[in-house]
Nanobody, 123 residues
């Protein structure tokens, strides 16, 4: 059974940094694009960032460009989201997902999702 496990969330002050990890098991990890999404209370889930299977292509939501960096380590079946200059509006549950490609990620056509990790940014 495919399993995605996020970690690294927590409480941080505005301007701080966090690094999220997404450990993937039972999936040919290097054949899938990996993405991060977030959902704040009362809001719909939104795309945050995605990285192609090779790691050479990345995409970001406008709200996080220049502050967040997505990456992956195919040898360790793990994806990462480095978040810097965090803002209170970044507060949300962050989910990782795997899909056939970046287009599928952006279209929310991911078959595999993690359970999420809470990120809270205090002002």
């Amino acid at each position: 059974q495919v399993h995605l496990l996020e970690s690294g969330g927590g409480l941080v002050q505005a301007g701080g940094s966090l690094r999220l990890s997404c450990a993937v098991s039972s999936l040919p990890f290097s054949g899938y694009a990996v993405g991060w999404f977030r959902q704040a209370p009362g809001k719909e889930r939104e795309f945050v960032a995605g990285v192609s299977w090779s790691g050479t292509t990345t995409e970001y939501a406008d709200s996080v460009k220049g502050r967040f960096t997505i990456s992956r380590d195919n040898a360790k079946n793990t994806g990462f989201l480095q978040m810097t200059r965090l803002k209170p509006e970044d507060t949300a549950i962050y989910y990782c997902a795997a899909a056939a490609g970046l287009w599928e990620l952006r279209q929310f056509q991911s078959h595999y999702w993690g359970q999420g990790t809470q990120v809270t940014v205090s002002s």
